[in-house]
């Protein structure tokens, strides 16, 4: 792909949205727009989820495959009430942004590495070329930014997705592209997917949301064949006295000063015990995450199968050779993936790396106080 073909119709759908639309949709009419989207991709999930369970009731079982088909609407109606929350709070205004210096490509390659499996799960390939570009951004939102794309993509990719970097040559903006195609290269013209509206999904609706509140003008090309995404960073290393104080950008690692910095992660917790479930549950509950509990190991291999969280929450007496194998699984694919152990006893607060562990530890006796400033430091390291 030839990042100069961005800038040219050629009789493609093209947008640019440096800021939220407003010429030929009202604010309010996009927001009804919008609720009305979460409200639908909520509620058609939960009721064949609901019909499921009558059926259950009715006789009493449930296959497999059936149970597996309903734990996805489910997570399918979650996950559009997770959009809902994110879309709302970006939209807030009452962010606080606190600016890095970081590097795009090695962002978007941890990202890409984070959900590898996820992607061969879905027989996506992916095609990155990145060139080395410094940006001054949010953290967390270049976080959120990054795996929405994907999101997006995956929602309508059929064989793989190209990703590039590359610096304009004036201004020395960098340019983030995204291309795919919408139907299988070897198969006709699929109408479906190529259907004016089908790409403005609730993915497509937060990424368009959180570009905006990181203030990243957007372009979309369509040609009926493949669309390509372009997200250009105004606010670049050696641009930075445009736009952006010294003051402004944090050197080194600064979390930012968002009240649910880390919201729309996924944490998945092993534990048996109800009673620890509920504390670890209720320690989260204001971070905005998306928490996932299992009973053994076993079931957090299974879990991890296709895709993985960002983080996992172990308690000490499940720590063996099983968890020890399932750890260094993923830490080949992942090497600064996030692990916590709960110690049964104690106020310990340990980081990864302290005495040569690599694994978190908290005590139980301080999960309220010290578990949520854990889980936030360890993800932020790897922003």
Known sequence: MDMSDVNRNGGAQSRSHPTPPADDVGPGDRWHTIVAEIGAATAAPLTSALERIHALVSSGRIDRASLRALRDEVERARQAGMI???ITRFASGRLRQSHERLQLADTLKGVLAHRQR??????????????PAEVIVDASLLFSL???????????????????IELKAWPAHALLACRFGLRPPDQPDDAEAAAPGSLDTLSWRLLEQT??????????????????LTIEFPRTASDEVEGVSTLEIDEGFAPSSNSKPLAGSHVLVISARRELRAQVREALRNMGLVIDFVSS????????????PHAII???IQRGE????????????????VFIE????GNTFEMSGFSGSNIAKVGRDVIDSSLPSALMFELSKGL
């Open 84 to 86: 809902g929350q994110q």
């Open 118 to 131: 996820e992607t061969q799960a879905r027989g996506i390939v992916l095609k990155p070329a990145l060139k």
């Open 146 to 164: 990054l795996n929405t794309v994907l999101d997006w993509a995956l929602d309508r990719a059929r064989s793989s997705i190209e990703f590039r």
């Open 211 to 228: 570009a905006w509140t990181m203030g990243l003008p957007l372009d979309r090309q369509e040609d009926g064949h493949a669309v390509t």
């Open 297 to 308: 190991v076993d079931e957090a291999t299974e879990f991890c199968r296709d895709s993985l």
């Open 314 to 316: 172990v308690e000490s």
């Open 322 to 337: 099983k968890f020890a194998h399932l750890r260094d699984e993923i830490t080949q694919e992942v090497p600064d993936f």
């Open 342 to 345: 709960i110690i049964e006893e």
